[in-house]
């Protein structure tokens, strides 16, 4: 009772919000003393076959109610328990004395060592599968037997527990779930597609203090501001349920475009568009236009680096979509943090400032040039703008448009029809805000979180310097103001495109230092709609 | 019969969790043994194991070699570069 209100910060793994009550899920893991007494060889190996038969039974029963991505997930745990190059050589130590729990966990912790440290984040997140079986033979192991009592019988539940593995997450009563926050994780990571393929709000990375906080108690699990706050007061409550349904309403229909302030300002909402299908779920009458299309996030359900036909196929139907609306393709922006690791073969990607964005396409042209064939082809039909990312030089510019000066030509050679695009880059670095006016570019986006990390020089991956992860720190608002400024003077739009756009928390300061476009993720089209409009109400 | 040829992974993510499952379930339909390398290391790991072959982590863009031993061993190489050069029939 009379808990205090606390705010937790994390990393969103999948958006949305809700509100719900704490269901604390204490890791389960038995501890060694319980392991019965050693019995001989023989009777270890059957101990563990047996463990790992009634773990496929339930991987198996698992995989005929889950959905065609659960199941596929589950499939790859379900051949690694069957696979005898995993179990033989635990059954040969088990032939050498050590008992079947040991062994098992033993050689399962080796492997989930060997996935930890690879150096591709996205094997790295493998980890999480072998941690997954390991965990539910050594259960049947040890001999504990999950009583149902132990799941609650409340509704509108957020699960809250140091990691969260694809099976439990899985096996959840999502009728019963509405949000996950967990101390661990990895966007990369089977849980976290999952989460995203079913729209459930889901913070990782979140501080070990949330693993103290008391059962029940209500949170709001607010994805968006990736934060989760904890005990919250009733206005807090109040203004966030009101939110809620002001968003509701307008996916309801009854906000349209354009979004008017309530002090008269017309803001202009696009839409960020990462995967064509979800194209089919939306109008264009809902919104501007699509302000920012990750071009590599369109190819990525592929898993190939796609051709320029497959390209240029892609880019058309986003613009048919749109009509006569913008449509704003960002070129591929490999690299830094962005899980598409390996399209560029072996050059260094890990740092964020490192070989990413429009310098790893310059010193890779040939994928660079049937980006910009496909792109230049596409312009025929309809409204398209070309957006380059991690601008820091003119000369980038520069060389990018006399290379689709190049390909137009050639292109015209072979009779097809091609046309130059809008041309703009994200302003991310320092330099390229601070030497604005040295780009010769139509437009501007602004890329928040990598100006924020930028300027602050600090990155989210680094601990203990929280305090100056703040992208509303007023030396990041002067930049941003700066760039407004100049954009408006010369004519030239500017949008903000990256999380500070979906903010509700950040917007009405974007609003106010004079940004007159943002570019969200169609799930928070209607709640920023909502929220701009709320917001200057209020003023 | 022995049979060698080698092939570069396109797939984006490299050979990962969904294209091992599939190489590994069309290596176990052909009676010879299978192995593969990683094209720059010396270490050959069973073709039919999902743990060796994910586990060998080859990133996009590397080398696969492909080794088979036994009757239908021209066959299997043929096939699995095949699966790997259409990515793994993922588009």
């Known amino acids: ?219 709001i699990l607010d994805c968006d501001n990736e934060k989760l706050i904890y005990a919250p007061d009733h206005k807090t409550l109040r203004k966030f349920e009101r939110s809620f349904s002001l968003s509701q309403q307008s996916e309801n229909g009854t906000l349209l475009n354009p979004v008017v302030t309530g002090n008269g300002r017309q803001i202009s909402v696009f839409i960020n568009v990462d995967d064509l299908r979800c194209l089919d779920d939306i109008s264009p009458e809902n919104c501007e236009g699509v302000g920012l299309a990750r071009s590599e996030l369109m190819f990525f359900q592929t898993n190939v680096l796609p051709n320029e036909e497959t390209q240029f196929r892609a880019y058309k139907k986003l613009l048919g979509w749109a009509g006569d609306k913008p449509v704003t393709i960002r070129t591929f ?27 790893l396409l310059l010193s890779n042209p040939d994928i660079f040039r049937v980006q910009i064939r496909a792109l230049a082809r596409a312009a025929v039909f309809g409204n398209l703008k070309v957006l380059i990312p991690m601008v820091t030089i003119s000369q980038e510019i520069e060389a990018t448009r006399k290379q689709f000066f190049e390909e137009i030509e050639r292109l015209r050679n072979e009779n097809k029809d091609a046309r130059m695009p809008a041309l703009g880059m994200m302003v991310e670095t320092p330099a ?108 | 019969m022995n049979f060698e040829d080698s092939v570069l992974i396109r797939h984006s993510l490299g050979l990962h969790a969904r294209p091992s499952i599939k190489f590994t379930s069309l290596a176990k339909k052909f009676s010879s043994d299978i192995r593969i390398k990683k094209g720059d290391q010396s270490h050959w790991v069973n073709a039919k194991s999902i743990i060796k072959v994910m586990g060998l982590k080859i990133p996009s863009g590397k080398e696969l070699q492909i080794q088979a031993d036994g009757i239908d061993a021209d066959n299997a190489v043929k096939s699995l570069i095949d699966l790997v050069l259409n990515n793994f029939d993922e588009e």
């Not at chain 1, 009583?147 to 990691?163: C, R």
């Not at chain 1, 073969?345 to 070989?355: E, F, I, L, R, V």
């Not at chain 1, 570019?441 to 979180?449: E, L, T």
């Not at chain 1, 954009?487 to 106010?512: F, R, Y």
């Open chain 1, 1 to 219: 009772m009379g808990q205090k209100k606390q705010i937790f910060y994390g990393k969103a793994a999948s958006s949305g919000q809700s509100i719900g009550a704490i269901d604390l899920i204490q890791k389960r893991l038995p501890s060694s003393r319980h392991i019965r007494k050693k019995n001989a060889p023989p009777v270890q190996e059957t101990l563990l076959e047996n463990a790992i038969d009634q773990a496929v039974n339930d991987l198996t029963q698992l995989i005929q109610t889950s959905d065609k991505l659960g199941a596929q997930i589950l499939q790859l745990q379900l051949l690694l328990l069957k696979d005898p190059e995993l179990t033989n050589p635990i059954y040969a130590q088990i032939r050498q004395g050590e008992s079947a729990t040991t062994s098992w966990e033993n050689t399962l912790n080796f492997h989930i060592e060997d996935y930890v440290r690879a150096s591709d984040k996205l094997f790295q997140s493998r980890a999480n599968d072998f941690v997954d079986i390991r965990n539910r033979v050594l259960r049947y192991l040890k001999q504990e037997v999950r009583s149902p009592a132990e799941q609650s019988n409340e509704n509108n539940l957020i699960f809250i527990a140091e990691d969260i593995m694809p099976s439990q997450f899985l096996e959840l009563d999502w009728s019963r779930y509405v949000g996950i926050a967990i101390v661990k994780g990895s966007v990369f990571n089977h849980v976290s597609m999952l989460a995203r393929a079913r729209q459930i709000p889901f913070l990782i990375r979140m501080p070990k203090r949330i693993l103290s906080l008391s059962a029940q108690t209500p949170v």
């Open chain 1, 333 to 359: 922006d490999a690299g830094g943090d962005k899980g598409l690791f390996g399209l560029f073969g072996d050059q260094d990607q890990s740092s964020s400032s490192g070989m990413r964005g429009i310098r």
């Open chain 1, 432 to 539: 390229a805000a601070i030497m604005i006016e040295s780009f010769d570019v139509d437009f501007f986006a602004i890329g928040s979180n990598d100006l924020a990390q930028f300027i602050m020089a600090t990155s989210r991956d680094c601990h203990n310097v929280e305090y100056l992860q703040d992208p509303a720190n007023p030396a990041v608002l002067k930049v941003i103001r700066d760039i407004a400024e100049y954009a408006d003077a010369n004519n030239k739009q500017v949008c903000i495109c990256g999380e500070m756009a979906s903010s509700t928390d950040l917007l009405p300061t974007l609003l106010n230092l004079g940004i007159k476009n943002v570019s969200v993720p169609t799930m928070a089209l209607a709640r920023v709609k909502a929220a701009i409009i709320h917001e200057q109400m209020s003023v």
